[in-house]
């Protein structure tokens, strides 16, 4: 149990701490959310069908990320490909952080704008700035390693580092998720002092970036096909937003689907067929596994509207969450790299559908009827779901970190976690899709008159839908796809 417990000690060293600050800084996004959450809902006119719809838009950033890493590899900013990204980067998400404090806080630039565009402008913003840092971050994991070591040394340390990367982020959810919840309940007649404090996020990750050290990086020649086509297809998606074409998240899916697809066969080309297959069949796992629909914001609005959860009460929720994690990755950090992909997401689903029971039945009353307070069985659910949410990231990142390929490892990074983030978008239409079929809704009033009524009839159906497809689909794809059986 020891060796167990001191694992991600004896791999830690000081030159991580600095690429270590940037996961921390990414996931330190979190220290907003609850504020956001609450404000959105008693501010903004947008549906639980709206948010699903602008959830599908903030993922496209990260499926371009191809753009961003081919410009890692090959184009230098003011004398760098790595550093002045991140740059760049904290300075999107710090006047994404001023947009927000001027619109929450009604301040007078924004008085003649509709708050609903300033708010999707600043996320989309910020979720840019975050795309571009993060890029650079997976890279700089390749390059802060000692080379001086035998190829499995190197593979160790490249496990360690995802390892050490995925306990940072973490611990940013669970330190600041909890402390910005707190803050948004203290805070709740004046919210612009959360998002004020805020701008520590791009601080952070300004600091890190000044101070990390890498291994010399040669510039790599520009793949016109990745860089170009990419930007084509950034400024299409632009296009179809704005021309509020008919199907336009579905038409850019697919065609983005196909083009990174295609990008990333001829990437991988050149490695041998044994690993190319293996490399293939777990994608199709783990993008299944990714692509499940969640419930939506309807959801959050039940467990304020119904259950009477507060800005407080959803800040232990995020602490208890993830401290959980925290504690669970530690203590899987000595086995996590030799776990079957397989094996894990099997159990990763029936865990995460048997851990989605009790919200199924305080829908229906139950925990009442067996004398259990609502609060208490959520503070039991998250502490128990915590951990398993991390594993297969962990997995699939060592496993991309460990196949990079020299000169093109912004790109690969990229392209795979364009794949990866093309799941989370799947997932986003289909969320969209069930609250199409499903009608939930808040109550909403314009100046005391009621404009859309409360409504939560619906839920409990859309909870099963979630529920069993989330559970089928996954086990099926899983069992036919081992990679393990190529």
Not at 114 to 142: L, N, R
Not at 188 to 212: C, H, M, Q, W, Y
Not at 457 to 475: A, D, H, M, Q, R
Request: aromatic share 12%; hydrophobic share 55%; glycine share 6%.
């Amino acid at each position: 149990m020891l060796d167990i417990l001191l694992t991600p000690i004896r791999a830690f060293r000081m030159r991580y701490i600095p690429l270590l600050l940037i996961y921390f800084s990414y996931g330190s996004s979190v220290f907003i959310a609850i504020a956001e959450n609450f404000w959105v809902k008693e501010t903004l006119d947008m549906s639980a069908l709206d948010l699903a719809e602008l959830a599908v838009w903030l993922g496209v950033p990260w499926t371009v990320k191809m753009i961003f890493g081919q410009m890692v590899d090959s184009i230098n900013i003011f004398g760098s490909n790595r550093k002045s990204y991140v740059y760049i980067g904290a300075m999107l998400i710090t006047i994404s952080s001023l947009m927000m404090i001027a619109v929450v806080g009604d301040y007078a630039i924004v008085e003649d704008f509709s708050k609903k565009v300033v708010y999707i402008f600043a996320s989309v913003i910020a979720v840019v700035g975050f795309v571009m840092q993060d890029v650079v971050a997976d890279t700089m994991t390749t390059e802060v390693i000692d080379k001086n070591q035998s190829p499995e040394k190197i593979n160790q340390e490249l496990a360690s580092i995802q390892v050490l990367a995925r306990l940072s982020l973490g611990f940013a959810i669970f330190i600041t998720g909890w402390v910005g919840g707190e803050l948004a309940d203290v805070f709740k007649d004046n919210r612009e002092v959360v998002f004020k404090i805020a701008l520590f996020i791009p601080f952070l990750s300004i600091l890190g970036v000044t101070l990390v050290r890498l291994n010399p990086v040669a510039i790599s020649p520009i793949n016109k096909q990745v860089l170009f086509g990419g930007l084509i297809f950034a400024v299409f998606i632009v296009l179809m937003g704005y021309n509020d074409v008919a199907y336009s998240q579905e038409i850019i899916f697919v065609i983005f689907l196909a083009v990174v697809l295609y990008l990333l066969s001829g990437l991988i080309s050149d490695l041998d067929a044994s690993t190319i297959r293996h490399i293939k069949m777990a994608m199709i796992i783990i993008f299944v596994y990714r692509a499940m629909p969640s419930v939506g914001a309807g959801l959050s609005w039940w467990q304020i509207d119904i259950l009477g959860f507060d800005e407080s009460f959803f800040a232990k929720l995020s602490a208890i969450g993830g401290a959980i994690a925290l504690a669970g990755m530690w203590l899987v950090a000595k086995f996590i790299i030799k776990r079957d992909i397989a094996q894990v997401l099997i159990f990763l689903t029936i865990i995460g559908t048997l851990l989605s029971m009790p919200i199924m039945a305080m829908y229906y009353d139950i925990h009442t009827l067996l004398g259990f307070d609502a609060r208490t069985i959520a503070l039991v659910n998250t502490a128990m779901a915590s951990p398993f949410d991390y594993i297969a990231q962990v997995l699939m990142l060592t496993l991309v970190a460990i196949y990079a390929p020299e000169g093109k490892k912004g790109t690969w990074f990229a392209l795979m976690a364009s794949l990866m983030n093309i799941a989370l978008t799947a997932g986003s239409l289909f969320t969209k899709y069930l609250n199409q079929i499903f009608t939930i809704s808040r109550e909403v009033s314009v100046d005391g008159v009621i404009t859309t009524a409360q409504n939560y009839t619906e839920l409990g159906s859309l909870l099963w839908v979630v529920i069993i497809v989330g559970f089928v689909v996954p086990i099926v794809t899983i069992i036919k796809y081992n990679p393990n059986k190529a």
